[in-house]
């Protein structure tokens, strides 16, 4: 029984960094062959992928956002952490973490956590 649960400030100031945990429970996010994942949706938007950071600690980002983007972990805490710089109030909306796994064609994503909202303001 795998569950996830997202946690952090739900208020970040333009300019600042946002970060947020996940804390897993039910697996450890060293178990192969598992990757451990952001995904956010925008208001009026779709899903976005954000990035992961895999069993092995090696990271991917979106390409749209890895100049701002930092996955990390704690496997003593079984946690994995977002950290956004330089927010904007383009990046306000619902934060997700995941378990993600690897497919020839596409991931498929079977745990998320419950969500949280984050806004951007000053």
């Known amino acids: 029984q795998v569950q996830l649960q997202e946690s952090g400030p739900g208020l970040v100031k333009p300019s600042q960094t946002l970060s947020l945990t996940c804390t897993v429970s039910g697996g450890s996010i060293t178990a192969n062959y598992y990757y451990w994942t952001w995904i956010r949706r925008a208001p009026g938007k779709g899903l976005e992928w954000m990035g992961s950071i895999g069993y092995s600690g090696s990271t991917r980002y979106s390409p749209s956002l890895k100049s701002r983007t930092s996955i990390s972990r704690d496997t003593s805490r079984n946690q994995f952490s977002l950290h956004l710089n330089s927010v904007t109030p383009e990046d306000a909306g619902e934060y997700y973490c995941?378990?993600?796994?690897?497919?020839?064609?596409?991931?498929?994503?079977?745990?998320w956590g419950q969500g949280t909202q984050v806004t951007v303001s000053s």
């Open positions: 995941a378990r993600e796994s690897l497919g020839a064609v596409t991931s498929t994503f079977e745990h």
